[in-house]
């Protein structure tokens, strides 16, 4: 299964949810692929890599259509990483000027494909070539959203347009994938209940598009931040329940992955032995 985490908004967790939720499928032990389609390779380094980096990165995997040489190890067992080496932003003009740009993507993956359980693919903020060639690669778009409802109206708006503005590829056999926004960074002041259903109304006036609001929110906690800097993924860190309604990194993976389809029941699986290693 191929997962694109995308929104049209920079900041809101995308790396976040990649790099964990790839963390957490690997110490499951699936396979998994996580690729930095973003120009800041902020996942690039997120885990550290076990042994040299591989020759090639995201430019080869796009233009040669192809992933030979382009897959590095991270230090987590089952989980691999390509890399963003676009520093220039040359990708996206690439993608722009190649009749099939926006394909390639798509064609590397069908190649590696079967060698994984999950393929992971962060973006970046923003709309252009490379993101499409993302989603278009996608059997399920995630998107998360912070909690202040500009930043949910900002997130239908833009991620209505840029689904319409693919939806015209069907007639080349592309078929939308559907969309599951994620409340990230919830604070206790806000209600997330209220902010999904506030989404989910807006999302009602498009019933073209296939928008689900996860059950699952993930809190605002330090131990996002901490993973981050400990380069470990987060339901390493913060593996207890916490006092209080809050859920702990682990429970928030665990319930995540199952609400999005990525495993059946992760709970069990940990409690019988597939303890993070
Ligand atoms: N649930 C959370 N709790 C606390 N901090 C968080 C949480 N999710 C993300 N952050 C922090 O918010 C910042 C932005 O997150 P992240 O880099 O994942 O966003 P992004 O959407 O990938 O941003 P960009 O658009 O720049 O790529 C980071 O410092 C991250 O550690
Ligand atoms: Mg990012």
Redesign the pocket.
Known sequence: MILTVC?T???????????NLGGFLADLGRKVLIIDA?V?P??SSYYILDGPPAENGLTHLIQAASADGAISRTGIRNLDLVYSDDPEGELQHWIARTPDGRFRIRRALDEIAPRYDFILI?T??AVGGLQDAAILAADLLVS?ITPEMLSAREFLRGTIQMLERLGDLRYLGFERPPLVGVL???DKTRDARDIADQIRDLASGHPEIDIRMARTV????????KA?SMQAPVHRIETKRRGGPTLSALETMARLARELGLAESPDTEIAQGGEPK
Request: glycine share 12%; charged share 20%; no cysteine.
């Open positions: 929104a908004k920079g900041g809101v967790g995308k790396t976040t949810v990649t790099a973003d800041q902020t996942l962060d970046q903020g998360p990230n960074r919830m993930i809190p605002a906690t330090v131990a996002y931040r981050a």
